[in-house]
C-alpha cells in the first residue's frame, strides 16, 4: 500500500495593487504577486472522496484579497505575517501556512526635481520579496531579500592565482569587468523590526560592498557582502547570497585594424558560473 508522506496546497500567483491614500493627492501604491501554500490535517482529502478538509484555493484566493484590503501597507513583511496568522486563526486543521510575497516595484516619477505625489514609474531591475513560514508547532520564520538585481562594475575586479591543470584555458585577469544578477535573502531573528528599515540598510551595504570594495573572485565579495549585511541589522541571523557570473568577453577587432582593443565587449551569462553560500552570525 502506497504511503502518502507529505502534502500541501493553496493558490500561486495572487496578484493585486493597492492605492494607499494619504491625501485627495497623495498616495503610496504597493502591488504583489502572492502565494500561500497549506498543510495539516489534509490526509482524508488525498485517501478517500471526503472533501471537508479542503479550504478551496479560491477562497484562499479571497482571503488574500481581502487581507490586502484591510491590512496591507507599504511593507510587504508585516502583511506576510498578516497572512500566515489569519489562516492558521480561521482554520485549525491546519498546521503550516507557507506564503511568499513578490513585489512589483514602483518609484516616484520626479518633475523638476520634486517627487510627485500620485505617479510612478516602474523599477524593474530586480524582484523584492518576502517569505513566511508560520507554523503551529515551531513558530514563524520570516525572510526578505532581493531576486535577479542586474549589476555591473567596469574595473577593480580581478581573478588570479587561481588553481589550474591540463583542463584549465581561462587566463589569468588583473583587471577585469564585474557583473552578476545579485539574489539575497535574510531570515529576521527579531519580529518587532522595522522591516522596511532593516531592508532598505542591508540592500544598501549589499550594493555598497559591489560597487566599493576591490573583488579579487566573485566569492570574496559574496563573504563581504553577507558581512556587509549582518553588520548593517541586527534584526538579522543569516543571509543566503547567489551570485551568477554575468560575462563581457572582449571581442576580438584584429581583423578590424583594431588589435588588443578593450574596450568592445560581447555580453553573454550562458553558460555561468553559479556561487552561493550562507553567512550566519
Known amino acids: 500500500m ?12 495572487v496578484r493585486f495593487l493597492k492605492n494607499i491614500r494619504h491625501s485627495a493627492t497623495h498616495h ?11 498543510s495539516g490535517d489534509l490526509d482524508g482529502s488525498y485517501l478517500s472522496d471526503n472533501n471537508s478538509s479542503i479550504v478551496p484555493t479560491d477562497t484562499c484566493k479571497n482571503t488574500l484579497l481581502l487581507l490586502a484590503h484591510d491590512h496591507l501597507g507599504t511593507c510587504r513583511n508585516s502583511f506576510a505575517l498578516v497572512i500566515g496568522r489569519h ?7 491546519i498546521s503550516l ?8 516595484a514602483w518609484a516616484r516619477i520626479h518633475i523638476d526635481g520634486q517627487a510627485h505625489p500620485h505617479a510612478f514609474s516602474h523599477a524593474a531591475n530586480g ?19 532581493i531576486r535577479d538585481q542586474l549589476v555591473l562594475k ?12 591540463d583542463l584549465t584555458t581561462l587566463p589569468p585577469a588583473a583587471e577585469r569587468f564585474l557583473s552578476t544578477r545579485i539574489s539575497a535573502e535574510w ?3 527579531d519580529l518587532s523590526a522595522d522591516f522596511q528599515k532593516a531592508d532598505q540598510a542591508i540592500h544598501a551595504a549589499i550594493i555598497r560592498v559591489f560597487a566599493e570594495n576591490h573583488s579579487p573572485s566573485v566569492q570574496r565579495t559574496l563573504y563581504e557582502m553577507g558581512e556587509a549585511a549582518l553588520a548593517a541589522s541586527d534584526a538579522i541571523s543569516e543571509i543566503q547570497l547567489t551570485l551568477p557570473n554575468v560575462h563581457f568577453l572582449p571581442l576580438d577587432l584584429t581583423k578590424l585594424g583594431r588589435p588588443d582593443q578593450t574596450i568592445l565587449s560581447l555580453p553573454t551569462d550562458e553558460p555561468h558560473g553559479q556561487i552561493q553560500a550562507t553567512i550566519r552570525r
Open 97 to 104: 501556512v507557507e506564503t511568499e510575497l513578490r513585489e512589483r
Open 28 to 38: 503610496d501604491v504597493c502591488e504583489l504577486e502572492a502565494d500561500v501554500l497549506l
Open 187 to 189: 531570515t529576521f531573528s
Open 87 to 93: 489562516f492558521l486563526e480561521k482554520h485549525p486543521h
Open 154 to 165: 567596469t574595473t577593480r575586479s580581478s581573478f588570479t592565482g587561481y588553481k589550474t591543470c
Open 127 to 145: 524582484t523584492p520579496f518576502s517569505t513566511l513560514r508560520h507554523s503551529r508547532e515551531s513558530g514563524e520564520t520570516l525572510s526578505s531579500g
Open 2 to 13: 502506497p504511503t502518502l508522506t507529505q502534502n500541501r496546497y493553496g493558490k500561486s500567483r
